[in-house]
């Protein structure tokens, strides 16, 4: 079975600060991993993945994450933050191994960026 | 946007009707999903089709179903409606049945169902 956590169900960051979402999984095989964000009203928005390779990966927006095997994480980054990066954000991974192409998504984080 | 369509985009529905949800997923793209995300339940996965088929089954009540059609648009059937089942249901699609890539799943906007 996947599974995957998000431990926090909001983080506040002040604009131009950097941020950090984090994300943990659980899988019996080889993850991969994505990020998407939900605007309000809005559906979800790919931002980036990793599949192999580099462990930092460069996504939308100025985001990036780094894949971190030994701690089963990735966390989401950013250097600074913007107010219009206010959103909700959510992890997911999908078992390489597993047979099946659908993602397991954590709960989602809320950003909230201050002025 | 993402080149997933979703129809309605918002239903309002009294328990016990059926409604049917309808996606056409992006250009090329075999693989359709469908999830429900609650304020509860978080994002759950619901039915995958591929090309024509049922490829995989998550938490799917069997009171909803959900057919792929030639021209590879997708309906999601709900039946017997409780309040429960308020939520926003996504559909999203990938170019293929990917057991051993890292395709992209890309989402719809979602249609808004509420039971009253």
């Known amino acids: 079975a996947q599974s995957v956590a998000q431990p926090e169900d909001q983080v506040n960051v002040a604009e131009g600060n950097p941020l950090t979402v984090k994300c943990t999984y659980s899988v019996s095989g080889n993850p991969y991993l994505f990020w998407y964000v939900q605007y309000p009203n809005r559906g979800l928005q790919f931002l980036l993945k990793?599949?192999?390779?580099?462990?930092l990966v460069k996504g939308s927006y100025g985001f990036e994450a780094e894949f971190n095997k030994s701690q089963t994480s990735f966390h989401l980054k950013k250097p600074s933050a913007l107010v219009s990066d206010s959103a909700l954000y959510f992890c997911a991974v999908r078992d390489m191994n597993s047979g099946y192409s659908t993602l397991t998504f954590g709960k989602g984080t809320m950003l909230l960026v201050s002025p | 946007d993402s080149g997933v369509t979703q129809t309605p985009k918002h239903l309002i529905t009294a328990t016990g009707q059926r409604v049917t949800l309808r996606c056409s997923p992006r250009?090329?793209?075999?693989?359709v999903y469908w999830y429900q995300q609650s304020l509860d339940q978080g994002l759950q996965f619901l039915i995958q089709?591929?090309?024509?088929?049922?490829?995989a089954k998550g938490n799917i009540l069997e009171r909803f179903s959900a057919q792929q059609f030639p021209d590879l648009h997708s309906e999601l059937n709900l039946s017997s409606l409780e309040l429960g089942d308020s939520a926003l249901y996504f559909c999203a699609s990938s170019p293929r049945d990917s057991r051993s890539s890292g395709n992209t799943i890309y989402f719809g906007e979602g249609s808004w169902l509420t039971v009253v």
């Open positions: 089709y591929y090309n024509g088929e049922e490829r």
């Open positions: 990793y599949i192999t390779g580099d462990n």
């Open positions: 250009s090329g793209d075999l693989s």
